[in-house]
């Protein structure tokens, strides 16, 4: 109920002058004598917890309401009987489900083209979901060497632990990846684009290889967003069995929340998934959720917007006298190119990184860096803000490296004016020459 002091009148009483305060009900207010009970002993505090008024039906508009709770209140007993669990309809504590976060999930499995999704605190969280879900001890999975750096720790530190081993392979190479499968490999991660140095990975050769030999494939899909390509429909009958995202990148957009998402096609698989997610006991604030069903009416927009300006930028930066090599799978010569060209050309999202020449030292080019002035310099991508961040692949790399030598800067771009942006990077890199 909204009351407002619409005026206030001085008026005349017996006990003299003084003034009184008249309120009106706004028109639009809804008559609560209804929902009043008759004159009631129970104490104020019960009243305000067990109050029998219920909103009217009939209330629609496009944003999803925002529901909140631990306690999920069942009709009756029976009601609380026949619960089941995990079917992505009922409800039974807020940990595991809220119309809010379902109304996401479907969303989320629309984009991807998928038939279920799980929702999680965070793209690592979607990863260890993925791999605890879906391998057992004894198993083994292969990673590709450019994965996100989280990914090949999970698979060095805590899957060990399980009993579980790794390898990592060659994303460029199909065939190599082929010869490493045995009985023992249970999962083959994909990540297109792969992480930092950007390489697009064979996708169909390695989905049909594992195909082949009946071996699960999870593919980090983030880059991609269900936009650039359809994980499940590389090529007729071709597909990732598990794609995820960290939703924290282009469908929250923000740089505000941290959420994952997990999604298949097949049943089996999603039931294996969601009995892992409630071990995990993974769980999401609406709010965040809320945050990230505002922002999917844009993804779009924003995708194609960041990737003109990433494109326009990537191709400028080839130009300049000081670089040795600009890595995006849009350009020609970029490792992954030509299966860039096969799966992935309606898109390239928002990232590129660039090979400095040898004769920059590392604390010339962190200088670089820091001399940026609409370059913030931190993790993540696809924001509003443009991200600079400089890396030294030496150590996170078990494959020798096919790159040209020098030291690696990755930007993420923003949303900003691409003429500010290359403005910004000439000065810096001017600054960079005059160092030299």
């Known amino acids: 109920m909204i009351w407002s002091a619409c005026r206030s009148d001085r008026r005349e009483s017996k006990a003299g002058p003084g003034p009184l305060f008249l309120f009106e009900l706004h028109p639009f207010q809804i008559n609560l004598r209804n929902a009043r009970p008759a004159v009631s002993k129970r104490a104020v505090s019960t009243q305000q917890i067990h109050h029998p008024y219920r909103a009217p039906e009939g209330w629609d508009a496009h944003p999803v309401g925002v529901f909140k709770a631990s306690t999920v209140l069942f009709k009756d007993t029976a009601d609380l009987h026949t619960y089941r669990p995990r079917d992505g309809k009922s409800y039974r504590y807020g940990l595991h489900g809220t119309p809010t976060s379902y109304t996401l999930a479907a969303r989320i499995a629309t984009l991807e083209t998928a038939e279920h999704c799980l929702l999680v605190p965070s793209g690592l969280a979607a990863v260890t979901l993925v791999s605890l879900g879906l391998l057992r001890p004894g198993d083994e999975v292969l990673v590709p060497d450019n994965v996100y750096g989280q990914n ?220 940026l002035e609409l370059f913030g310099i931190g993790y993540s991508w696809a924001g509003p803000m443009s991200l600079a961040v400089p890396y030294d692949m030496s150590r996170s790399r078990a494959l020798p490296s096919k790159l040209e030598p020098g030291r690696i800067v990755r930007f993420a771009l923003g949303l900003e004016d691409v003429a500010d942006l290359q403005a910004d990077l000439a000065q810096a890199l001017s600054q960079l020459s005059a160092g030299a």
């Open 152 to 371: 090949r720790y999970l698979s060095e530190s805590l899957l060990p632990q399980f009993g579980i081993t790794h390898r990592f392979y060659d994303p460029l190479d199909a065939a190599g990846l082929a010869a490493m499968l045995s009985p023992k490999t249970k999962l083959v991660w994909l990540e297109a684009a792969g992480s930092i140095t950007l390489e697009f990975p064979d996708v169909l050769g390695i989905v049909a290889a594992c195909k082949q030999q009946g071996v699960l494939t999870a593919m980090d899909n983030t880059w991609g967003s269900g936009l650039a390509f359809n994980a499940f429909e590389l090529a007729p009958g071709l597909g990732v069995d598990v794609s995820m995202q960290a939703l924290t990148k282009y469908a929250s957009g923000g740089a505000d929340v941290l959420m994952g998402s997990v999604c298949t096609r097949d049943l089996a698989l999603h039931e294996r998934l969601n009995h892992m997610h409630e071990h995990l006991g993974y769980g999401l604030g609406q709010n965040d959720v809320e945050l990230v069903l505002r922002a999917l009416p844009t993804l779009e927009l924003r995708y194609r917007a960041q990737d003109a300006t990433t494109r326009a930028l990537a191709k400028w930066m080839q130009a300049r006298p000081e670089v040795a090599q600009v890595l995006h799978p849009a350009l020609a010569g970029s490792p992954g190119h030509e299966y860039w060209l096969q799966t992935s050309s309606a898109g390239a999202a928002c990232l590129f990184s660039v090979i400095f020449k040898p004769e920059y030292s590392a604390a010339q080019v962190d200088a670089f860096v820091d001399a």
